[in-house]
DNA sequence: CCAGTATCCTGCAGGC
DNA sequence: TGCCTGCAGGATACTG
C-alpha cells in the first residue's frame, strides 16, 4: 500500500499528534509478520519511553523512543497506523496497541502481514542489514544528478529499477507508474537505452509526482488512511495507475497493461517509448 | 554482481 | 447464493 507519499503523511500526523506522549503499556499478539512480532520484547523497550521524534528513511518509520532506541515500522502492504481512544474497538488483524498516557492508543493494524515492526536498540540503526543498504531519498535535492548515471549502467527494465530500494529509497508501483508516463517513458525499456537527458526528465517528473503526492496527504485507493482517519486525495491526480484501457490523457489512446519485474504497469503506446 | 522468479498473507472483485 | 480464480500499494530468498 504505502509509499513515500503515504508514509510521509503518516509521519507528519503522528508527529503533530504524538511528539512528547509516554507510552504506559504495549500489547498485542505473538503474529508472524516479515519477522515475528514479539510484543513482550516491546514492551520491555518501550513502556516509559517518551516520543520524541518521528522519521522516514524511503518506506520505513522510525518512532524515536528518547535516547533509548527506535520503534521501526513498516507498512506492507497492507499496513496501518491508527490512533484510536482506548474505548473504540479493535479492528480485524490489529497486532499492535501502544497506549498512551492520556489513554489513546497507537495501533499497528496489518490483514497480509508482509509489514514489519521492529525495536532498534540506540546505535543499531546503521548496522541494521535492510536500513543500511537503502538508497537516497527520492526527494533529495541531489537526485537530479546522481541518479540518471547509476540507472544508465544498468540494463534491467527502468521501472524495476526505480523499484529497487537500494538504488532508491520510497518509490513504489503508483508512482513509478505515474513518473514514467508523465516521462514518456515505456516501463518495459531497458536503462542502458535511455539517454541521460530522458533520465533526468523522469527524475524530474519523479520528484514532482511525490512532491504533489505528498501535498495532497498521498493516495487512498482502498483503505489507505493517516493515522487521524483522514483519506490522502491523490487518485483523482492519477494519469497511469489503474487506468489500463482507459484512453491516454495525453495522446487519447487507449493505456495497456503490461508486467513489468512481476508488477502490474499500465502505459501508453502512444507516447511511452 | 545482475536479472528474473517464487513466496509470504488476507481480502475483494469478477466470472460462472 | 456460493465457489473459484486472479489480483493487490512490498520485500526478500532463491535461481541461473
Known sequence: MPELPEVETVRRALALCLTGRRVVAVEGEAVRLRQPLDPAALAMSLVGRTMARFRRRGKYLLLDGDNHGSLLVHLGMSGRLTLDRRQQPLLPHTHLVLTLEDQRQLRYVDPRRFGLVEWLPAGSEAHHPTLAGL?????????????????????APVKSLLLDQRLLAGVGNIYATEALWRAGI??????????????????????AVLAEAVTQGGTTLRDFASPSGDFGSFAVSLQ????????CRRCSRPLRRAVVGGRSSAWCPGCQR
Open 240 to 247: 497511469a495507475y489503474g487506468r489500463e484501457g482507459e484512453p
Open 186 to 207: 515505456r516501463p518495459s525499456r531497458a536503462a542502458s537505452t535511455i539517454s541521460l537527458a530522458r533520465l533526468r526528465r523522469l527524475t524530474v517528473e519523479l520528484q
Open 135 to 155: 538508497g537516497p531519498d527520492p526527494l533529495d535535492d541531489d537526485l537530479v544528478e546522481s541518479l540518471p548515471p547509476r540507472l544508465r549502467c544498468r540494463r
